[in-house]
């Protein structure tokens, strides 16, 4: 699962953060993948709940939810979901932060207290 998820992980900080979501029907999609996602996060009991909600997340990210890219990196500084990254939630709060996360801000701004 660290392979799968360092793959794709790899992919979604290639993808351009700068872009700005206008409520437009691809940016509806992305924020319903990711309320989804959030909700299967805290559902999930086995492995397999883990998998698919791991999964929704990453297809919200992909699809320009930048949210997913900061619950994605929360999941990565808790050692109860994920094996824990602190360097790849960072990545991941940056991207988030470019794009205009307060989320992912916050969370920076923690990392350097």
Same mark, same amino acid.
């Given at each position: 699962?660290?392979?799968?998820?360092?793959?794709?992980?790899?992919?979604?900080?290639?993808?351009?953060?700068?872009?700005?979501?206008?409520?437009?029907?691809? !940016?509806?999609?992305?924020?319903?993948?990711?309320?989804?996602?959030?909700?299967?996060?805290?559902?999930?009991?086995? $492995?397999? $709940?883990?998998?698919?909600?791991?999964?929704?997340?990453?297809?919200?990210?992909?699809?320009?939810?930048?949210? !997913?890219?900061?619950?994605?990196?929360?999941?990565?500084?808790?050692?109860?979901?994920?094996?824990?990254?602190?360097?790849?939630? !960072?990545?991941?709060?940056?991207? !988030?932060?470019?794009?205009? $996360?307060?989320?992912?801000?916050?969370?920076?701004?923690?990392?350097?207290?």
């Amino acid at each position: 699962m660290r392979k799968f998820l360092g793959l794709t992980v790899g992919i979604l900080l290639t993808t351009t953060a700068s872009a700005a979501l206008a409520e437009s029907d691809a !940016a509806k999609q992305a924020r319903l993948r990711y309320e989804e996602s959030f909700r299967e996060v805290v559902r999930a009991r086995t $492995d397999l $709940d883990r998998q698919v909600a791991l999964s929704t997340v990453i297809s919200a990210a992909r699809h320009g939810y930048f949210q !997913a890219y900061t619950l994605l990196g929360t999941l990565l500084t808790q050692d109860d979901f994920l094996p824990s990254d602190p360097a790849m939630a !960072a990545r991941l709060f940056e991207v !988030a932060a470019k794009a205009g $996360d307060p989320t992912a801000k916050n969370k920076i701004g923690r990392a350097h207290v």
